[in-house]
């Protein structure tokens, strides 16, 4: 199955706590519940294999799991999202928010800035 695993390599730290359940939806990654659910930018370096999301440092995430780190939200729009990443990450971002009805993105920060952990409650 090919998954829409935004990455971003950015060098600015963003400083909002970005927390969530991790869902895949129609080939998209999304963080929370729907109506309030938002398109997935992970740090540049992450990789998916099946239902397992292994992060830069070598942390793995599943499906379903709530998670919690630093980042920030935009909105799902190429104007917004342009400095965030790439332009076919920013594509693959606003098509999976168009298709999911995702109308924010969630950003984790790259590594340097804190981690990326299991929400323990």
């Not at 927390?19 to 998916?48: A, K, M, Y």
């Not at 397992?52 to 939200?73: E, F, S, Y």
């Not at 606003?94 to 950003?107: I, K, L, Q, W, Y």
């Amino acid at each position: 199955m090919f998954t829409r695993l935004g990455v971003t390599g950015g060098h600015e730290g963003l400083q909002a706590l970005v927390r969530g359940t991790v869902q895949l939806v129609d080939g998209c990654f999304l963080l929370g519940e729907s109506p309030n659910r938002e398109v997935i930018i992970w740090p540049h370096g992450t990789h998916v294999t099946g239902n397992k999301i292994t992060l830069p440092d070598g942390a793995t995430l599943t499906i379903g799991d709530t998670v919690q780190g630093g980042g920030g939200h935009h909105q799902a729009d190429y104007q917004d999202l342009r400095l965030t990443s790439d332009s076919p990450t920013v594509h693959r971002v606003v098509s999976c928010s168009r298709r999911t009805n995702a109308r924010s993105v969630a950003v984790f920060n790259s590594y340097s800035y804190g981690p990326i952990r299991r929400d323990k409650g």
